[in-house]
């Protein structure tokens, strides 16, 4: 069984997945190998190669600085995209097909599902929704526009199995996924 939790920065994705995981199941965080591929020589070449040098922080890729650059200008988030996507999809089909290998069932935290083109690989996608007010709350690190530019530039899935609101207390969100697995 794959289950795939989708959704908005700040719904509650990653609290749910490792809710998930300590069912039993083996997690995969398409955020850890995000950041895992920036850090990786040649694709920092490419980024700064497109973007400039204002994106390191101590000769590093600044997520926040290359956040702040794609996520405020359309053509270099396509760009970005273009560079990123490819590599990462490859990488976690990887990361999922070692996985399978191992006969657990796996957990996979996904805000990009449909870009990365994995809603046939999974058996179950679990969408979960939060209030913008409350988006801005639990992600303070961002302030209101930037959250706002993120949002309005992730493409989340309309085709999922279940929808979960997280607009209440993490109880009430780990009852609700309860639910959810105890339907499998």
């Given at each position: 069984?794959?289950?795939?939790?989708?959704?908005?920065?700040?719904?509650?994705?990653?609290?749910?997945?490792?809710?998930?995981?300590?069912?039993?199941?083996?997690?995969?965080?398409?955020?850890?190998?995000?950041?895992?591929?920036?850090?990786?020589?040649?694709?920092?070449?490419?980024?700064?190669?497109?973007?400039?040098?204002?994106?390191?922080?101590?000769?590093?890729?600044?997520?926040?600085?290359?956040?702040?650059?794609?996520?405020?200008?359309?053509?270099?988030?396509?760009?970005?995209?273009?560079?990123?996507?490819?590599?990462?999809?490859?990488?976690?089909?990887?990361?999922?097909?070692?996985?399978?290998?191992?006969k657990k069932d796996i957990v996979i935290d996904v805000a990009l599902l449909k870009e990365l083109k994995l809603q046939k690989t999974a058996n179950k996608v679990i969408l979960v929704k939060s209030k913008k007010s409350l988006i801005c709350k639990r992600k303070t690190k961002y302030t209101k526009q930037q959250l706002t530019n993120i949002i309005k530039n992730q493409n989340i899935t309309n085709k999922y199995d279940f929808c979960i609101l997280n607009n209440t207390t993490k109880q009430d969100l780990i009852r609700k996924t309860r639910k959810i697995l105890n339907r499998k």
């Amino acid at each position: 069984m794959i289950i795939a939790i989708t959704g908005y920065i700040g719904s509650g994705k990653t609290t749910l997945a490792r809710f998930i995981q300590k069912q039993g199941f083996e997690y995969i965080s398409a955020d850890s190998m995000g950041h895992e591929l920036l850090k990786k020589e040649p694709i920092k070449k490419r980024l700064l190669k497109e973007f400039g040098k204002d994106i390191l922080s101590n000769n590093k890729i600044c997520r926040r600085r290359l956040g702040r650059l794609v996520f405020t200008d359309t053509k270099k988030l396509k760009k970005f995209n273009k560079i990123i996507h490819p590599l990462l999809e490859k990488e976690l089909k990887t990361r999922i097909k070692q996985a399978k290998q191992t006969k657990k069932d796996i957990v996979i935290d996904v805000a990009l599902l449909k870009e990365l083109k994995l809603q046939k690989t999974a058996n179950k996608v679990i969408l979960v929704k939060s209030k913008k007010s409350l988006i801005c709350k639990r992600k303070t690190k961002y302030t209101k526009q930037q959250l706002t530019n993120i949002i309005k530039n992730q493409n989340i899935t309309n085709k999922y199995d279940f929808c979960i609101l997280n607009n209440t207390t993490k109880q009430d969100l780990i009852r609700k996924t309860r639910k959810i697995l105890n339907r499998k």
